[in-house]
């Protein structure tokens, strides 16, 4: 039977990104930076623990990516963490790794996130396009050059059996010269 985690995963795709995050919970601010986030929720790195199931509020960052204002700065909304667990991936050593589970946002915020996850997604695959189109070209490029070798291999071959060939022609006509004396 499918988790959470994996019914999110088919809803919401996961844009991974750096932004800076606050979070205020229990009475404490801390600060701590996405892995990867989704309109669901987000993926953070932090350097404390937070137990799972604690409310959360949080301020993400939206950096500049187009020229209206509407669309940048900082997005707030709240969710829930669940879960927390030792970052041992990163090269971080008394690191967490947090899952924040976004329950609502202020007005226009979840917008602004989407727009901007869209923004990143697209340009992901764009580069994925021109890293597709550019690695067709070196395996078009390539296969050029093989056929060149490969033609340059059947001269060499072709002129070594001619060249073969007319040495046995000259042994022969050499007998065939004996013989008659």
């Known amino acids: 039977m499918p988790t959470l985690a994996d019914l999110e995963r088919r809803r919401n795709k996961r844009v991974k990104v750096q932004l800076?995050?606050?979070?205020?919970f229990n009475t404490t601010e801390a600060l701590a930076s996405t892995k990867n986030v989704s309109l669901l929720g987000a993926c953070l790195n932090m350097n404390r623990e937070i137990l799972p199931g604690t409310r959360v509020a949080?301020?993400?960052?939206?950096?500049?990516?187009?020229?209206?204002?509407k669309l940048i700065g900082e997005v707030k909304g709240?969710?829930?963490?669940?879960?927390?667990?030792p970052d041992t991936k990163d090269e971080q050593p008394f690191g967490y790794e947090l899952g924040v589970?976004?329950?609502?946002?202020?007005p226009h915020d979840e917008d602004k996130l989407y727009q901007y996850l869209d923004h990143v997604s697209r340009e992901e695959e764009?580069?994925?396009?021109?890293?597709?189109q550019k690695y067709r070209e070196h395996i078009k490029?390539?296969?050029?050059?093989?056929?060149?070798?490969?033609?340059?291999?059947?001269?060499?071959?072709?002129?070594?059996?001619?060249?073969?060939?007319k040495k046995?022609?000259?042994i022969k006509t050499r007998k065939s010269r004996k013989k008659q004396k």
């Open 101 to 106: 589970f976004f329950s609502n946002f202020m």
């Open 20 to 24: 800076p995050v606050r979070l205020d």
């Open 78 to 85: 709240e969710g829930a963490v669940v879960r927390c667990e």
């Open 141 to 165: 490029k390539r296969k050029k050059e093989i056929a060149k070798k490969k033609k340059a291999i059947q001269n060499k071959r072709k002129a070594r059996i001619k060249k073969r060939l």
């Open 126 to 132: 764009k580069q994925i396009r021109e890293w597709v």
């Open 58 to 69: 949080l301020s993400l960052e939206i950096p500049k990516y187009v020229d209206d204002d």
């Open 168 to 170: 046995l022609a000259g």
